[in-house]
């Protein structure tokens, strides 16, 4: 990646040790107020919302030098999956800081923005349920298996890197009041460094569609031979 601003490194780096935990749609939690800058984990605790969005990215779109040796085929989707559960807890602190001011935010918007939550979970646990434990894919005397792992964790990237855009327009229109916010120039910089994340994975997604589409037509032919032999 080329953005200007590098993604932070997260301790969960180090050892991703996930038991594949959802914290479910955004939409749960518990209410309360606060300044724009920071406003109240589910703890009580004031913290800042674009900051956590940002750690986030460094969950998972770290520089590949810079992740431990010993991944193994599943690591990444792993660390991608809490990726997101940590952008759906964002959500979550920003959704119901709404509701506790429906005259200052817009409720509409906070549903829209619930809406979406669910589906990137719905669509991170299809990814996740559809790919094999480590131990099958490294035993198997086939690419198969690398290639699932290889497409659920772009899918998964894209899903991330998309609700983290969709955070950071909702936090955009109801948090950043005015052109001088100071917090609008690392916005800007780490929306970027998102929007070009997903377009890379994008990118190589596209890759993928074409190889399955021609495995497929493949497989039928060869199905067909077999069949006649």
């Given at each position: 990646m080329t953005n200007v601003?590098?993604?932070?490194?997260?301790?969960?780096?180090?050892?991703?040790?996930?038991?594949?935990?959802?914290?479910?749609?955004?939409?749960?939690?518990?209410?309360?107020?606060?300044?724009?800058?920071?406003?109240?984990?589910?703890?009580?605790d004031p913290v800042d919302v674009l900051m956590m969005v940002i750690q986030a990215g460094g969950m998972y779109l770290i520089p590949?030098?810079?992740?431990?040796?010993?991944?193994?085929?599943?690591?990444?989707?792993?660390?991608?999956?809490?990726?997101?559960?940590?952008?759906?807890?964002?959500a979550n602190v920003l959704i119901y800081h709404a509701m506790r001011h429906p005259a200052d935010y817009s409720q509409e918007d906070a549903d829209?923005?619930?809406?979406?939550?669910?589906?990137?979970?719905k669509v991170m646990r299809k990814l996740d349920e559809m790919l094999p434990p480590d131990d099958f894919i490294m035993t198997m005397d086939s690419y198969?298996?690398?290639?699932?792992?290889?497409?659920?964790?772009?899918?998964?990237?894209?899903?991330?890197?998309?609700?983290?855009?969709?955070i950071?327009?909702?936090?955009?229109?109801?948090?950043?009041?005015?052109?001088?916010?100071?917090?609008?120039?690392?916005?800007?910089?780490f929306q970027s460094a998102?929007?070009?994340?997903?377009?890379?994975c994008l990118s190589r997604s596209e890759g993928h569609e074409f190889l399955i589409k021609e495995l497929a037509s493949a497989n039928r032919a060869l199905q067909k031979v077999l069949k006649e032999s």
């Amino acid at each position: 990646m080329t953005n200007v601003r590098q993604f932070p490194k997260s301790p969960q780096n180090k050892s991703v040790k996930s038991h594949r935990k959802h914290p479910g749609p955004a939409g749960g939690g518990l209410a309360g107020g606060g300044p724009a800058f920071h406003l109240p984990d589910f703890n009580g605790d004031p913290v800042d919302v674009l900051m956590m969005v940002i750690q986030a990215g460094g969950m998972y779109l770290i520089p590949t030098t810079d992740r431990p040796v010993d991944d193994l085929p599943t690591t990444h989707l792993l660390r991608t999956m809490d990726a997101l559960n940590a952008l759906t807890d964002v959500a979550n602190v920003l959704i119901y800081h709404a509701m506790r001011h429906p005259a200052d935010y817009s409720q509409e918007d906070a549903d829209a923005l619930i809406g979406k939550g669910k589906q990137a979970q719905k669509v991170m646990r299809k990814l996740d349920e559809m790919l094999p434990p480590d131990d099958f894919i490294m035993t198997m005397d086939s690419y198969g298996p690398d290639l699932m792992a290889e497409y659920a964790t772009n899918a998964a990237m894209i899903v991330a890197s998309t609700f983290s855009m969709d955070i950071m327009a909702y936090y955009y229109e109801s948090f950043i009041r005015t052109g001088k916010d100071q917090r609008k120039a690392m916005f800007r910089d780490f929306q970027s460094a998102y929007r070009e994340a997903r377009d890379e994975c994008l990118s190589r997604s596209e890759g993928h569609e074409f190889l399955i589409k021609e495995l497929a037509s493949a497989n039928r032919a060869l199905q067909k031979v077999l069949k006649e032999s």
